[in-house]
T-cell receptor
Framework: NAGVTQTPKFRVLKTGQSMTLLCAQD?????MYWYRQDPGMGLRLIHY???????AKGEVPDGYNVSRLKKQNFLLGLESAAPSQTSVYFC?????????????FGDGTRLSIL | AQTVTQSQPEMSVQEAETVTLSCTYD???????LFWYKQPPSRQMILVIR??????QNATENRFSVNFQKAAKSFSLKISDSQLGDTAMYFC??????????FGSGTQLTVLP
């Protein structure tokens, strides 16, 4: 099993460009999450999904959109990239929201906005 | 809202010795879970240990154990017989009915040969 796979692993964008980060999991998990990690800080939740077709905002949702059209995929979109969105992005998935099962993380995507 | 505080940005320990990483948290939830995650230079997030708040017994996973003090809202991680491979950033995190993991800012642990 691959677990949680993030695509791409690295990307450089210019301010104002758009892009989509893809997260795919093969564990049949109901719940998926997108986090960002900035230097000196822990991971912060951007958006999450409790099932196919459903999404919700996390702690830092501004400037991002998400979609969960298929259970195994969770997409994170930047419509107009800004330098403040330079970060490392992590996707995670789990069976349960309330921590009975741990979240499984992807390897991260390093995104730089120039 | 939940908050998680790690007051030690950096720590070091000699190989084979024991080290304790501190974490305090604040939550209004009665039923919550606490975690320690390890992030080595490879950037992977690896679950080290998990504690369910309603269980009084401290969790243990091989060389890793926690000291969970519910009244004090403290959740420290003890690493025994430290190994070079333990060098990593360690994050404390909480999970409750807010449906998210709330992370501390991390402690960079370096194991010295």
């Amino acid at each position: 099993n691959a677990g949680v796979t993030q695509t791409p692993k690295f990307r450089v964008l210019k301010t104002g460009q758009s892009m989509t980060l893809l997260c795919a999991q093969d564990m049949n998990h109901e719940y998926m999450y997108w986090y960002r990690q900035d230097p000196g800080m822990g991971l912060r939740l951007i958006h999450y999904s409790v099932g196919e077709g459903t999404t919700a905002k996390g702690e830092v949702p501004d400037g991002y959109n998400v979609s969960r059209l298929k259970k195994q995929n969770f997409l994170l979109g930047l419509e107009s990239a800004a330098p403040s969105q330079t970060s490392v992005y992590f996707c995670a998935s789990s069976y349960a929201l309330r921590g009975r099962q741990p979240q499984h993380f992807g390897d991260g995507t390093r995104l730089s906005i120039l | 809202a939940q908050t998680v505080t790690q007051s030690q940005p950096e720590m070091s320990v000699q190989e084979a010795e024991t080290v304790t990483l501190s974490c305090t948290y604040d939550t209004s939830e009665n039923n919550y879970y606490l975690f320690w995650y390890k992030q080595p230079p490879s950037r992977q997030m690896i679950l080290v240990i998990r504690q369910e708040a309603y269980k009084q017994q401290n969790a243990t996973e091989n060389r890793f154990s926690v000291n969970f003090q519910k009244a004090a809202k403290s959740f420290s991680l003890k690493i025994s017989d430290s190994q070079l491979g333990d060098t990593a950033m360690y994050f404390c995190a909480s999970s409750g009915s807010a449906r998210q993991l709330t992370f501390g800012s991390g402690t960079q642990l370096t194991v010295l040969p």
